[in-house]
């Protein structure tokens, strides 16, 4: 039995609750996909692809920090992503996972999560709302500021397409399906 219980998107309610009931309902996928595994499991991909359920997780505690307290809160890049010479591995945050326990990377994604939701929790309760536009700009126009709407439906995006490939991985690894 899973100690996890996937969150279920409201059927009705504001925007903010149905949306951000579909990222939750999402970053649970993740953690049953990640259920149970041990570090050697964690670390197997599925040929041809190099993707790991490890870094996969790791990947996206990364991305939850990327956007929400980087992008839009504005606050300083924090440890372990700080340290990290992106330049030398761009993908630093999918190859490292190896070295790290199920319980370090899953610590890593809920603390990214819960930080995340904190940031959130602040910018709804102000009067902007999903309107509020972020405190970075895009990469290649610094000046267009993201709004939370934008970057709550890319979180939902993003963990989506990785959930599609946490499937597959999964399966390959102990023969687990389901949604």
């Not at 505690?61 to 300083?76: L, M, S, T």
């Not at 309760?125 to 990469?139: D, F, M, N, T, W």
């Not at 290649?140 to 934008?150: G, N, Q, T, V, W």
């Not at 709550?152 to 687990?176: C, F, K, P, T, W």
């Amino acid at each position: 039995m899973s100690e996890i219980e996937r969150t279920k998107p409201p059927f009705a309610g504001t925007e903010a609750e149905i949306i951000l009931g579909y990222l939750d309902y999402h970053r649970d996928t993740l953690r049953l996909k990640a259920e149970g595994l041990d570090a050697t499991q964690l670390g197997q991909s599925l040929a041809p692809s190099s993707m790991t359920l490890g870094g996969m997780v790791k990947h996206l505690a990364y991305v939850e920090d990327w956007w929400f307290n980087q992008v839009f809160a504005g606050n300083p890049e924090p440890e372990p992503w700080a340290s990290v010479d992106w330049d030398a591995d761009n993908d630093w945050d999918w190859h490292s996972a190896i070295e790290d326990s199920p319980e370090e990377l899953r610590r890593l994604l809920d603390e990214a999560v819960a930080a995340s939701d904190r940031i959130v929790a602040e910018a709804l309760a102000a009067p902007e709302g999903l309107e509020a536009l972020s405190v970075i700009g895009s990469h290649s126009r610094p000046d267009a500021k993201f709004s939370l709407r934008y970057i709550v439906l890319h979180m939902i995006e993003e963990y989506a397409r990785h959930n599609g490939h946490a499937d597959l991985i999964r399966e390959s690894v102990d023969g687990q399906v389901g949604d």
